[in-house]
């Protein structure tokens, strides 16, 4: 079946450190990624989005990693700060190509 | 641009009852819109998909006649849990995707659903 997933259920960093957060997914026939980030008693923000054709894409202070060889997602996060604290999650078109399938979140927590 | 607003933000009922939800988009055409539920530390799960004038798409194992989706307008989408339970208690949140956005969905801010 349609399967999107993290490596960590929870990540805590320091105000400044970079952030890493991962994502595993499991349709290879995938061609579209997203990163939202939500935050508590809200809806999913998007934050930045990859195509299969690229590798890699920035944002401000935000920066996708695919790599379809593994079907690995990962979303680093520049300079942490408190306010990126959140939930994480990766999304991919369901195999209909109609809609989105989420992964089960990443929680990260900055401290000051 | 591009936001999506849902009614009420949080609602409280007794069992039994019936609680309509509404997902609006405020400044484009949503031509399809999402309905996700949430639990509380999980992830989002799609429930229906709907185009508007048409029936919606359920996920496999959402009841259709419990949830029940009208996309009557290119601009509102309702959600309505018929005869919920404490077991319906969720999150429930919208997304749309709209004309000339491309594939972006945008989401509303959610609806918190407490039934006693």
């Known amino acids: 079946g349609e399967s999107v997933g993290l490596h960590l259920p929870t990540l805590s960093v320091q105000e400044g450190d970079n952030s890493i957060i991962n994502c595993a997914y499991s349709?290879?026939?995938?061609?579209?990624f997203i990163w939202y980030k939500q935050e508590s008693g809200k809806g999913p923000q998007f934050i930045i989005d990859i195509r299969s054709n690229m590798d890699k894409r920035q944002g401000q202070r935000v920066t996708v990693l695919l790599n379809k060889t593994v079907k690995h997602l990962s979303l680093q996060i520049a300079a942490t700060q408190p306010g990126d604290s959140a939930v994480y999650f990766c999304a991919e078109k369901n195999q209909a190509g109609t809609a989105l399938i989420f992964g089960k979140g990443t929680t990260l927590s900055v401290s000051s | 641009g591009a936001v999506v607003s849902q009614h009420p933000s949080w609602v409280i009922c007794k069992s039994g009852t019936s609680v309509k939800i509404e997902c609006r988009s405020l400044d484009f055409q949503a031509t399809t819109m999402f309905w996700y539920r949430q639990f509380p530390k999980q992830s989002l799960m799609l429930m229906a998909t709907?185009?508007?004038?048409?029936?919606?798409?359920?996920e496999q194992g959402v009841e259709k006649d419990k949830f029940l989706i009208n996309h009557a307008s290119l601009t509102l989408s309702t959600l309505t849990v018929t005869s919920a339970h404490p077991e319906d208690s969720s999150f429930y949140i919208c997304?749309?995707?709209?004309?000339?956005?491309?594939?972006?969905?945008?989401f509303g801010p959610g609806t918190r659903l407490t039934v006693l």
């Open positions: 349709n290879s026939a995938s061609d579209y």
């Open positions: 997304s749309a995707r709209g004309l000339g956005l491309g594939n972006e969905q945008f």
């Open positions: 709907s185009n508007e004038g048409s029936k919606a798409t359920y």
